[in-house]
């Protein structure tokens, strides 16, 4: 029994005329006919009842229909893993991600996809989510790590949030909390010297629009820099700054004071096109990225990081 024949029976079995299955199973009828008959005889029993044209199926091709389907179906999904597998085996993702992200949680993610995925390349582009939006776009970029809400109005883009954060006060761990107390607000933050990030970082926006919302326009000692630079500066008591509170896990010369109510929050998404099919390799990354968050113990989470994707949702 081959499954070319099973194939060819299931055809019949669904037309009920030889000449439209062979049509269908792009193959010639005779070669169609000679095949069922061939299956017939190892079964022993006729398939199907050809009295007066009318094409019927015989209490044995009854009993072999479903089982024939059954068998067609697994052996269809088997390629289909198969070639995802090989697909996935090698390949090439491109990632577009802010410096935020990139300087907290992205480095561990990458590194632990390419232990499984050694033969996918990675290419990373850092940047901020307006700019990575237009990358995506253009098709420079397969996905994007990027700060809702999404500045763009094009329907064309698809948006998962996958993370919820705290922005947080930096200042140097050295030195007390910047007003000796767990948390602070943000009218606290009047007179005092801040470095700013520069220009088309997400989290400027979000601290220049609260502050004004409170009343005040920050006192900047120190602007323009990126997320590294400014880390740094903090370090080196030229002022605060208010950051995401990932990008200080593996920063131990900084400390991070929450924001009390109201909080500063922002929402981390994962973007693509809905008008262009993700690779095999793009794909894995999403679907990797999804259950490496679901799988983060709550310790390493702690208060600031809330995880927003459904276990559901990383098995698709």
Same mark, same amino acid.
């Given at each position: 029994?081959?499954?070319q ?98 300087a ?30 237009? *990358?995506?776009? /253009?098709?420079? =970029?397969?996905l994007? +790590?990027?700060?809702l &809400?999404?500045?763009?109005?094009? %329907? !064309? ?21 910047p ?7 943000i ?57 995401p ?37 793009? *794909?894995?990354? /999403?679907?990797? =990225?999804?259950?490496? +968050?679901?799988?983060? &113990?709550?310790?390493?989470?702690? %208060? !600031?990081l ?11």
């Open positions: 029994m081959q499954f024949q099973l194939a060819y029976f299931v055809a019949v079995a669904r037309t009920r005329h030889f000449t439209r299955a062979a049509e269908l199973s792009r193959v010639a009828q005779p070669s169609l006919s000679k095949q069922i008959r061939s299956l017939e005889s190892e079964l022993g029993a006729p398939l199907f009842s050809r009295a007066r044209g009318n094409i019927t199926l015989t209490p044995a091709g009854e009993t072999l229909l479903p089982l024939a389907q059954r068998i067609l179906t697994d052996l269809e999904t088997a390629r289909r893993e198969v070639a995802e597998l090989a697909g996935i085996r090698s390949g090439r993702v491109r990632l577009g991600a802010t410096p935020s992200l990139c907290g949680l992205l480095a561990d993610v990458l590194a632990d996809f390419h232990t499984r995925f050694p033969g996918i390349e990675l290419h990373v582009e850092e940047s901020g989510s307006r700019d990575l939006i237009r *990358d995506l776009g /253009r098709g420079a =970029l397969d994007a +790590l990027i700060i &809400p999404l500045h763009s109005s094009d %329907p !064309d883009f698809a948006t998962t949030p996958i993370l919820r954060e705290n922005l947080v006060v930096a200042s140097p761990f050295a030195l007390p909390s007003n000796g107390r767990a948390s602070m607000r009218t606290e933050l009047r007179g005092r010297p801040l470095v700013m990030f520069r220009r088309g970082y997400d989290v400027r926006e979000a601290t220049l629009r609260a502050c004004r919302a409170a009343g005040f326009d920050p006192e900047l000692a120190v602007e323009g820099g990126e997320m590294d630079a400014v880390l740094r500066f903090v370090e080196a008591g030229l002022g605060l700054a208010v950051v509170s990932m990008v200080l896990r593996s920063r131990p010369g900084l400390r991070g004071t929450p924001l009390a109510r109201p909080r500063l929050l922002r929402t981390v998404a994962l973007a693509q096109r809905r008008d262009v099919e993700p690779s095999h390799a793009a *794909d894995a990354f /999403r679907r990797h =990225l999804e259950r490496y +968050l679901l799988d983060l &113990p709550p310790e390493e989470l702690g %208060p !600031d809330e995880v927003l994707i459904s276990g559901r949702a990383s098995e698709g």
